[in-house]
């Protein structure tokens, strides 16, 4: 997979792609990722890619020219060729108006050939970048960064990570937090292990068993698998309830995850 990231700020990015699973994946060729200084592609003495929006209002807002020269210089197909064709390709446009990114929007983009990520700047970008160029408009979360680049950083190391070979333990990552499915093909994993299925994680616990007067539940090393799964079942069903209650309306609940709920909402567990 090819990744791209354009930027004013190239610096930025020396850190969050130099170390974890980003680095090895770099290191080992299963990811490519090229920053590109937005500025190259401003052809005035002061590189300009700023500009005062039309109506008036407060700030700046980077201009469309900079930003399509440098998308069509890396070699990208045109926006309506992409999404005719339905190639591997996207260039996903940062910003706080766009829509939210999760796990099933970053398993999408895993899938891809090549990537492209605009880091919005200032006060916005023209809007004629997400109508003409970009295919996806994208946020990390209902709130306001000082810019794209945080978010982009997010995004490749979500992304990266659901690369195959990424990640030493390809299970790992189908039994973690917001992933709604997991795949059927993986068979070495603890038969114990339950996947999120769309929740937060269940707890985890590791030596030693008693740290400062806290234990870990006697269950877990019980042995019992099927009492590990119900257990860890239960308490990512607490902790989602506890924490993130909105995900329990668009998650797929059985028989059994519904009973449990109940009785926690009814103080039986």
């Not at 090895?24 to 490519?32: K, Q, S, Y």
């Not at 005062?52 to 807002?61: D, I, L, S, T």
Request: aromatic fraction near 6%; glycine fraction near 10%; include cysteine.
């Amino acid at each position: 997979m090819k990744i791209d990231l354009v930027t004013i700020f190239p610096e930025f990015f020396r850190g969050p792609l130099d170390f974890g699973i980003v680095r090895r994946a770099r290191e080992a060729g299963l990811v490519t990722i090229s920053v590109h200084d937005l500025r190259a592609f401003a052809h005035d003495r002061h590189r300009t890619v700023d500009d005062r929006p039309f109506g008036g209002g407060e700030g700046m807002v980077l201009k469309p020219e900079p930003i399509f020269e440098c998308i069509e210089s890396l070699g990208v197909a045109p926006r309506k060729q992409r999404l005719a064709a339905h190639l591997l390709q996207s260039v996903v446009l940062l910003s706080a108006q766009g829509k939210r990114f999760d796990q099933a929007e970053a398993n999408d983009l895993a899938g891809l050939e090549r990537l492209v990520l605009i880091c919005g700047r200032y006060e916005g970008v023209d809007e004629r970048v997400a109508q003409g160029l970009a295919d996806r408009e994208l946020s990390v979360g209902d709130f306001v960064l000082s810019g794209g680049e945080l978010g982009a950083a997010i995004i490749v190391d979500c992304v990266t990570r659901l690369i195959p070979g990424a990640v030493g333990n390809a299970a790992s990552t189908q039994q973690e937090s917001f992933t709604a499915h997991a795949r059927t093909e993986i068979t070495d994993a603890p038969s114990s292990t339950c996947g999120s299925g769309g929740l937060l994680d269940y707890p985890h616990y590791t030596r030693p068993a008693d740290f400062r007067g806290m234990g870990v539940p006697e269950v877990l090393a019980s042995g019992n698998h099927e009492e590990i799964r119900r257990w860890r079942r239960r308490t990512a069903l607490e902790k989602t309830m506890r924490n993130r209650p909105d995900l329990l309306e668009r998650t797929e609940l059985s028989r059994e995850d519904k009973a449990i709920l109940a009785q926690i909402q009814n103080g039986e567990i």
